[in-house]
């Protein structure tokens, strides 16, 4: 009987499909009319699009004010000689990038890897132009080989995961002060903020502005939670006032009317108000964020810390707290990404950041205005794959942290 | 027994919520305290004022490309409410054509044809990933001002002609009596609406046929047509631009400003929304679907009865906020000179010395717009959840 069956069914089987190839094409590219019908459209399209465009780039296109100004688009007029502070911070970045590879691996093995590469292959371009000088190319290759160092010194004991946390810690200080330097000091003379410029801004201001924005944000979170009417009342309003404007709005309130409100005798450089303003603003969404993460936490979390006899500190510290952030870490790595992208704005009052040192290229010469859409879709780029990498981190990031799968 | 150990009051819970809310309250009012005593030293120092008399004055600055009719002798309050409507005409026209091409681009994302879905998924990645204002000056300055001398024209069918002053467009302008018509057209979208929710309540309520959607459909259609009979024939014309000379007569001009804002905002948006879109469309189960087919629904009964309304749940939130981003980017216009609310507010900061005022005014607007279309997008958004008991 079950011979039978099996023989009657095999009657019944569709014919052998074709191999995989074909399969696939006429599966995903030409099932019905219309499929093939989109799939001419659209292939026809994207040739001429693609031809047009790879003709452009390496025939018409004048890359000149991009190739002529590396140094202009990553420290601005950051003095020359000084550049070896930059480095400084560059060499420690890579020091910790290896110490922590050897640490936590995983996703952190990827950002070295990348991180190196792209360095290594700068230092090695096979080409020669006036800023890849020996030196700078020796320093170049020299931080990929730090990373491994690290990656190899980060295995022996003394260098414990508690250390590598509070360099990270001490990293951003260390940075600031590198870069800024000290008044009156012989060896790192003060380097005022008006000459720091393209990417070295961008970043300062987009790292700055997450990490300073971080703690006013969980307290603005908890504020909102907060069961003491003055308190939520104030966060709240805060936190909606600042979310309801644009950017450029409390940009321009704190480089314009913040002064009024000070004392005559404090004066705040320009990019120390932007920054300021790029924080508040931050901080307002950086506390929706994490008081999605605290309304995630179940609030049985709560009552089990009352049942051991927890006061209302260490029931926010120790449970609950700890818990919410873990929640909205890829949260807060997009937070991080609209907040790179939105540092652009800042050249609307005046700060010199990647964008706006492009615009000042391309308005300094008649020859590269004619190149302006090269300069934007190299400025483009690089925000792009800073953007893009940091999005797949976060979604790596994402799994292995096993959010909302327990 | 009466001799219960009270709690010290310095851990009794009441006294220290009480103590946190008085010392944040006066820590709040010490600041605003410090920053008003600044201020006043500054005001007096430099001879500024809080009063808002100089809305009466004239504005004396021109504003290009008002949205209704202006010129320099007005006022300053009327050069903002121009700034606002100019705001409000791009922010508006951008939601639309946002929302139209981010579920256009989600639905090529979802296609099954594998072509598309990349071509798709290559236009959300490029703009999710590229700062809104680099695009905008890629949009600005290399495309709509780098168009042609009018003499030179692009035409495009339509006719739409491109040239450095602007984009002209065929668009269709009411006569005289053409306002009965436009009432018609108004009547019959409510009337259609109206009878479409009544009818269909009905039909759930009693079982029987009510013809929804045919009724709904011909009130779409009678009101009009009576409107354009009552109005005398033909209700509108077409405006049609036409090169004469070194001019383009005719059409609705969009300058370049309005335009590059407009591409650059509709693009940035539309890649967000396709996402928001794709998710929302994702999200409903595959069951739902499948039971739908069992039950011998049509495929337009299938999307617009069983997937559409459990989607649109899942899309309507971050759908406000991506409207309220495209509102709040408008103010980028200050970057390439479109005149909306935060330019001409900036300008009469130049023009009237009254920055705490004006900037008083910018952000009570902004938060105004926010707050009004969080308000009405939260309604329906309660309106079509589920109703859980």
Known sequence: MAETLTQQQDSYLPPPAPPGAIKWIRDNLFKGWLNTLLTLISAVGLYFAISRSLIWFFAQADWTPIINFPILFSV????????????????????????????????????SLYAGAMFLVLGALPVSHPALTPSMRVFLISLPATILLAFWIGRWRFVSKRMVMALWLVYP????????????????????????????????LSIGGIVICFPIGVALALGRRSKLPVVSAISTFFIETIRGVPLITLLFLFSVVLALFLPPDARLDRLLRALIAMTIFSAAYMAENVRGGLQAIPPGQEEAAKALGMNGVQITALIVLPQA???????IVGQFITLFKDTTLVYIVGVNDFLGIGRSIVNSNPAYLQAQLEVYLFIAAIYWIFSYLMSLASRRLETSLGVGKR | MSKVKQIPFYRDERYLSAAAQVVS?????????WLGVNFVRAAE?????????????????????????????????????????????????????????????????????????????????????????????????????????????IVLPGPIYLNQRGVYFTWPRLIETGWVFAAGLVLGILASIALWNILRARRELTGKKTYFVEVS????????????????????RFDVPSLQGFNIRGGLRLTPEFAGLFVALVTYTAAFIAEVVRSGIQAVDRGQLEA??????????????????????????????????????TSLALAIGYQELFSVG??????????????LMVMAVYLMISLITALVLNLYNRRIQFVTR
């Open chain 2, 292 to 329: 739908a087919r069992a039950l011998g629904l049509s495929g337009f009964h299938v999307m617009s009865f069983v997937i559409f309304p459990q989607a649109l749940r899942v899309i309507i939130p971050p759908m406000i906020s991506q409207y309220l981003n495209l509102t709040k980017n």
């Open chain 1, 325 to 331: 952030l873990r929640i909205v870490i890829p949260t």
């Open chain 1, 173 to 204: 200080f260390f940075s600031l002060l590198l870069i800024r330097g000290l008044a009156g000091s012989a060896v790192l003379e003060l380097v005022s903020t008006t000459l720091w410029g393209g990417l070295l801004v961008t970043f300062v």
């Open chain 2, 45 to 153: 120092a430099r001879n500024l004022s809080l009063s808002f008399g100089f809305l009466d004055r004239p504005a004396g600055f021109p504003i290009s490309d008002p949205a209704i009719p202006y010129t320099t002798n007005d006022s300053f309050g009327y050069a903002f409410l121009v700034g606002v409507l100019n705001t409000l005409r791009v922010a508006v026209a951008g939601v639309v054509a946002a929302t139209v091409l981010g579920t256009m681009v989600a639905l090529a994302r979802l296609s099954s044809n594998w072509l598309l879905s990349k071509i798709a998924l290559a236009f959300i990645e490029f703009h999710r990933n590229i700062p809104l204002l680099v695009l905008l000056f890629i949009w600005y300055f290399t495309v709509f001002r780098e168009l042609p001398a009018v003499g030179e024209s």
């Open chain 1, 76 to 111: 601005g007029q950051y003095p020359r000689e000084e550049l070896w502070r930059i480095g400084g911070v560059l060499s420690a970045l890579a020091l910790l990038l290896g110490f922590s590879w050897s640490h936590w691996g995983g996703l952190l093995r990827g950002v």
């Open chain 2, 25 to 33: 309250g006066l820590l709040v009012v010490a600041l605003l305290w």
């Open chain 2, 217 to 236: 459909i011909a009130a779409l259609f009678v009101f009009p047509l009576v409107g354009w009979i009552l109005s005398g024939g033909e209700p509108f």
């Open chain 2, 346 to 359: 900036k300008i009469a900061i130049n023009q009237a010395g009254r920055a705490v005022p004006v900037f």
